[in-house]
């Protein structure tokens, strides 16, 4: 059964840079579409980012330009790379894996994903 955790959040000010990353144990990332998803409190869990299992890339428009999804599939890793970022971006973030997907496939629904996370907390102050 495959295992993600992730780590990398925290507390940042509006304009800075984090970098997520997320360890993918018990198979091969690359045989799972991946993807990035966040919730705030209140708010329903939203896609932010995913990734086919050939490296194809999805951002969210709300992400896109300061966001970027990527893999080391040497080290199991997928990574989001945040930056300028904004007040409303606060939320916990979350890895998610889906089995079964297509070479090709990109996933952003938090159903079709069958695997989760624990989620890293990102906090942006004004």
């Known amino acids: 059964v495959v295992q993600l955790v992730e780590s990398g959040g925290g507390s940042v000010q509006a304009g800075g840079s984090l970098r997520l990353s997320c360890e993918v144990s018990?198979?091969?990332?690359?045989?799972?579409?991946m993807g990035w998803f966040r919730q705030a409190p209140g708010k329903e869990r939203e896609a932010v980012a995913s990734m086919s299992r050939v490296g194809n890339t999805w951002h969210a428009d709300s992400v896109k330009g300061r966001f970027t999804i990527s893999r080391d599939n040497a080290k199991s890793i997928l990574y989001l790379q945040m930056s300028s970022l904004k007040p409303e971006d606060t939320a916990m973030y979350y890895c998610a894996a889906r089995s079964g997907c297509g070479w090709y496939t990109l996933v952003s629904t938090p159903t079709e994903f069958n695997f989760w996370g624990q989620g890293t907390q990102v906090t942006v102050s004004s």
């Open positions: 018990g198979d091969s990332i690359m045989r799972y579409c």
